[in-house]
C-alpha cells in the first residue's frame, strides 16, 4: 500500500531563516505530488504541483519554491521566511487513472514564523 | 473552470442526531467530486468519492453522499453522529483542465454537542 510521509512534523523559525520540508512518497511509482498550504482557519491553498522529475508548476507566486530530486520526493523551500508563511503544510500525491485521479494527504507540517 | 461552494462555515449537531453537510459546485461537464474530512492538527482523509454510475456514494466512518446534478450538488450525510466525528469537512471538485485538477471548497467546521 501507499504511504505517505512528512518531516519535520512542527516546526519553528525565525524571519528571515531559510526553509525545508520533504515529503516522500512509498509504494507507487511516478506520483503526481502537491504543496498546500492551509492558513489558521481557510482552506487549501495550493502552491506547487509536480507531474514529475524537475517539473514544477507554481500557482501562486511567493518566496516560496519546490524541487522534486526524485521521484517520489518533494521538496518545498525558503531562502528567507516571512511571518506571513505561517500555517500547515501539506503534502499529496496522485496518480492519474486515465480520466481522473485522486489525491492523498500527508499529515502535514505546523510552521510557525516568528 | 470548475468552483465549489460550502455554504455553512461551521455546525453545530447533538451527538446521536443526522448530519447533513452542503456542498454545491459549478462546472459545465460531469464532475469528479470528492468528500474529505480533516482532524484538528492532521492530514485530510478521504471519505469518499463519486466518479460516475449510482448516485449514492458510501464512504468510510458510515459516511454518505449523494450526487444531485439537477441541483449542482453534492451533500454529505450521516445519520448518527459521535462525538469523534467534530472535524473539518472539505468538498472537493475535479475536472480536467490543461491536467486534472482539483478543486477545494472552504471547508465546514463540525462541532458535535454531547
Known amino acids: 500500500s501507499q504511504t505517505i510521509h512528512q518531516w519535520p512534523a512542527t516546526l519553528v523559525q525565525p524571519v528571515g531563516s531559510p526553509l525545508s520540508l520533504e515529503c516522500t512518497v512509498e509504494?507507487?511509482?511516478?506520483?503526481?505530488l502537491y504543496w498546500y498550504r492551509q492558513a489558521a482557519g481557510r482552506g487549501l491553498q495550493l502552491l506547487f504541483y509536480?507531474?514529475?522529475?524537475?517539473?514544477i508548476s507554481s500557482e501562486v507566486p511567493q518566496n516560496l519554491s519546490a524541487s522534486r530530486p526524485q521521484d517520489r520526493q518533494f521538496i518545498l523551500s525558503s531562502k528567507k521566511l516571512l511571518l506571513s508563511d505561517s500555517g500547515f503544510y501539506l503534502c499529496?500525491?496522485?496518480?492519474?487513472?486515465?480520466?481522473?485521479?485522486?489525491?492523498?494527504f500527508g499529515p502535514g507540517t505546523r510552521l510557525t514564523v516568528l | 473552470a470548475q468552483s465549489v461552494t460550502q455554504p455553512d462555515i461551521h455546525i453545530t449537531v447533538s451527538e446521536g442526531a443526522s448530519l447533513e453537510l452542503r456542498c454545491n459546485y459549478s462546472?459545465?461537464?460531469?464532475?469528479?467530486l470528492f468528500w474529505y474530512v480533516q482532524s484538528p492538527g492532521q492530514g485530510l482523509q478521504l471519505l469518499l468519492k463519486?466518479?460516475?454510475?449510482?448516485?449514492l456514494v458510501q464512504g468510510i466512518k458510515g459516511f454518505e453522499a449523494e450526487f444531485k446534478r439537477s441541483q449542482s450538488s453534492f451533500n454529505l450525510r450521516k445519520p448518527s453522529v459521535h462525538w469523534s466525528d467534530a472535524a473539518e469537512y472539505f468538498c472537493?471538485?475535479?475536472?480536467?483542465?490543461?491536467?486534472?485538477?482539483?478543486?477545494f471548497g472552504a471547508g465546514t467546521r463540525l462541532f458535535v454537542k454531547a
Open positions: 499529496a500525491w496522485s496518480v492519474s487513472s486515465g480520466y481522473t485521479d485522486t489525491q492523498y
Open positions: 509504494g507507487t511509482s511516478n506520483p503526481n
Open positions: 509536480s507531474v514529475g522529475i524537475g517539473q
Open positions: 462546472y459545465g461537464a460531469t464532475p469528479y
Open positions: 463519486y466518479f460516475s454510475g449510482d448516485t
Open positions: 472537493a471538485v475535479g475536472a480536467w483542465a490543461g491536467g486534472f485538477k482539483t478543486i
